[in-house]
Structures are given as structure tokens and as C-alpha cells.
């Protein structure tokens, strides 16, 4: 009994609750946090912010960096000085 991957209900359920955790990019994580574009490159390359890279693409989901902001409010991160947000 052949299937199409369409009619696949757990591809369906992984394709909704990808969407659902969409990636954004630099750009958009930059006006999340008031923050400028090129701040937003510079921690995801010394490995401040959580980063998704994709082949040569940086991108981020938003659960992650609204959890790495409460974190950083809340001074759970050792770092908590070194980082400057806008």
C-alpha cells in the first residue's frame, strides 16, 4: 500500500509545528530587541545569542531568544555584564 508524503499525518503534524517556530532573520531579531542588525550578527558569531546556522545562513527561532532575554533579565547568565541590549 503505497502513500503520498501529503497524506503523512506525522510530516503534517512536523510541518504545522515547524511553521509554528517559524526562524527569523537578523533583521527581525534586531527590531525584536531594539537592537541594531549588525549587534544581532556580532553575538551570533561570538556565540551569545542562540543561533541556528544553516549552511552560511544564520537564523533564530523566537522562543529562543525571548528565552535567552528572560534569562539575561532574571541574571541567570554569568554573562549578564558583557551583554548590552538596547
Known sequence: MASSGASNPSKTRWTICFMAGSLLTASEVAELLGAPKSWVYEQ???????????????R????????WVAEIEAGGSSRRRDLRLA
Request: charged share 35%; proline share 4%; no cysteine.
Open 44 to 58: 551570533s558569531r561570538s556565540g551569545r545569542i542562540p543561533t541556528v546556522t544553516l549552511g552560511r545562513y544564520r
Open 60 to 67: 533564530y527561532r523566537r522562543e529562543a531568544i525571548e528565552a
